[in-house]
């Protein structure tokens, strides 16, 4: 039986569901690095990290709710006017 894992490694201790039946058998298991994609090379990993660790903006969506709400009127025609003056 073959079984191939895409994954990143995140921690030292690997979880993978795909290796259970498997389990109290004799494998060989091996672990190549994976070439990066070139999504992987156009985006700003560090950035993403930085956005994903930020738990407590500044700003709460109840309260950018809250400030939308208070704008009168319909801003749909705001756009339209704004896309027929172009």
Excluded: N, Q, W
């Amino acid at each position: 039986m073959t079984i191939r894992i895409k994954t990143r490694v995140e921690s030292e201790t690997l979880v993978l569901p795909e290796l259970r039946p498997l389990v109290g058998k004799t494998v060989e298991i091996r672990v190549t690095e994976a070439p990066e994609s070139t999504i992987d090379r156009l985006l700003d990993a560090e950035y993403h990290a930085d956005c994903e660790a930020d738990t407590s903006p500044e700003v709460s969506l109840a309260e950018v709710r809250a400030g939308l709400a208070s704008i009168p009127g319909d801003m749909a025609a705001d756009f339209a006017a704004e896309r027929d003056e172009r």
